[in-house]
């Protein structure tokens, strides 16, 4: 008994069970259900207009999709083993209401153009959602940024003290990375916005579908232009798992900045307590889980887009049903984006920052180093001989346990920058790297009017 399967009749057996439970992907490709049946209702339509179905006949298919779509969102649909995957089983329901009705709402499409056509729409959906989050936590580091375009912090290469920044400097650093991202996003979006239905199961039809009618009903920009790329690529899955794995790179080193500025032993920063977590042992403990967390995420967003491109390399065109592998990694990036994006966002908008103890690091004499230099430079010495002489004047510094502070006006003029001592103070320095780009507090606020600038002109808002 092969039981209705909607391939059965060429067939006299079932699948067996266990190659039945390796291929079924309802589990996971249930949640397409919306976009199923509202690609259904646009090929319902498209049928249509070719007069393979009657307005009415169109109605009532139309209606018994939706009604299935319904059933499905509250659950009370009851699936059973001849759904081996989502639209097989909105197929299946639409029949068991309307009979030979049913049977004919599949013809000219295939599920190889239908399951593409609902990623799309359902990864497009997502890619919006995602977008918004991106814009919520890039508005939070930019008005952080406002409120602190003059404050000093030591700036870090190799993890140790350069030279001076502001924490307005550093956190749109961190924004301007996450506006790129965005304009990733919007880019994918666009090319994302391609309809596969009417390609069939590789080679369109002989029906006479109009697809570019069916691309306009789903919203999208435009239909395929090849009906075996439209049907065998996944690269609209590949370049939104390589997005979202850069994003997530980012979201993982501002994660990673928060969980080095709030360490207790440097105390730059503190988080809230609602982004924070107790220790089941020891009473003491405040741990930062949001921030390690969205620092983690990024690896399995990472592993998502190595699944998929280990997936699609060397699998020759047309459908395979190694295609159905791309929906659990894929699923996963954008949920768990959706997972982090806020909770990270929330975490950035609640710290609290210290900027007397990032004032108190800047002491470090280290930072002025480089502006010793220039001040050498300025004054006509080529820069290697000035790094040179600043690196000795340290070096005799270090030996005999003194400072830069303790040198007096004659050892200043000796130097060669008589106004050395007013050298070693972070605003002035930040002051002085007042060029575009800079941390100047004039120069982050104008980084921070462009980035608002950037975010305003974006289609889609928090
Ligand atoms: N569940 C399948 C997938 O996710 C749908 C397409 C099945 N097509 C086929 N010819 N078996 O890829």
């Known amino acids: 008994m092969t039981g209705d399967r909607v391939w059965s009749g060429r ?25 199923d049946v509202e690609a259904s209702i646009a090929h319902v339509r498209a049928l249509e207009d070719v007069g393979l179905l009657s307005a009415e006949d169109a109605k009532s298919l139309e209606a018994a999709l939706a009604d299935v779509g319904h059933e499905i969102a509250e659950g009370r649909l009851g699936f059973d083993e001849r759904d081996e995957d989502v639209h097989s089983a909105i197929e299946r329901a639409v029949t068991d209401r309307l ?12 599920r190889n153009d239908l399951v593409i056509t609902d990623l799309r729409l359902w990864l497009m959906a997502a890619g919006r959602a995602i977008e918004r989050e991106t814009v ?20 870090m290469t190799h993890g140790r003290a350069a030279q001076p920044v502001t924490l307005g400097h550093h956190l749109l650093a961190h924004a301007s990375g996450l506006a790129r991202d965005l304009e990733r996003l919007e880019g994918w979006s666009s090319r994302a916005s391609t309809s596969p239905l009417g390609a069939g199961a590789i080679a369109t039809s002989t029906l006479g579908l109009d697809p570019d009618m069916t691309a306009a009903r789903l919203g999208f920009h435009r239909a395929f232009a090849n009906s075996i790329d ?3 690529d996944r690269d609209v899955v590949q370049e939104f798992l390589a997005v979202a794995a850069i994003l997530a790179t980012h979201v993982s ?22 982004y924070s977590t107790g220790s089941s042992m020891m009473p ?13 995420k990024a690896a399995r967003i990472a592993g998502d887009f190595a699944t998929v491109t280990a997936l699609l390399q060397g699998l020759p065109l ?20 959706e997972r982090v994006l806020p909770a990270l966002t929330g975490a950035v908008r609640t710290v609290r920052f210290d900027t007397e103890a990032m004032r108190a690091a800047c002491e470090d004499e280290g930072l002025y180093a480089t502006d010793l230099a220039e001040a050498l430079v300025k004054s006509g010495v080529p820069f290697r001989e000035a790094h040179r002489r600043t690196g000795a004047l340290l070096k005799g510094l270090a030996e005999r346990g003194s400072a830069l502070r303790e040198l007096g006006s004659e050892e200043w003029a000796a130097f060669g920058v008589p106004h050395g001592r007013t050298l070693l103070d972070p605003d002035r320095s930040i002051a002085a790297r007042s060029g575009p780009g800079g941390p100047s507090r004039a120069s982050v606020e104008h980084q921070a009017e462009m980035l608002e600038a950037f975010l305003d002109a974006r289609p889609i808002q928090p």
């Open 318 to 337: 047309g459908y395979h049903r190694d295609l159905q592998e791309d929906k659990e990694p894929v699923l996963d990036a954008a949920d768990t984006l």
């Open 230 to 232: 439209a049907v065998s």
């Open 99 to 110: 009979g030979e009705l049913g049977a004919r709402l599949h013809a000219g499409r295939s």
């Open 253 to 274: 080193r501002l994660a990673a900045d928060l969980l080095r500025w709030t360490d207790p032993s440097l105390g730059w920063a503190e988080l809230d307590e609602a």
């Open 11 to 35: 067939f006299s057996t079932a699948p067996a069970g266990a190659a039945h439970a390796l291929g079924s992907s309802l589990r996971f490709d249930v949640r397409l259900a919306s976009q």
């Open 136 to 155: 919520g936590l890039i508005r939070v580091l930019v008005e952080h940024a406002r409120g602190h375009a003059g404050d000093p912090l030591p700036g």
């Open 284 to 296: 003491h403990k405040r741990n930062p889980d949001t921030a390690e967390l969205a620092r983690a």
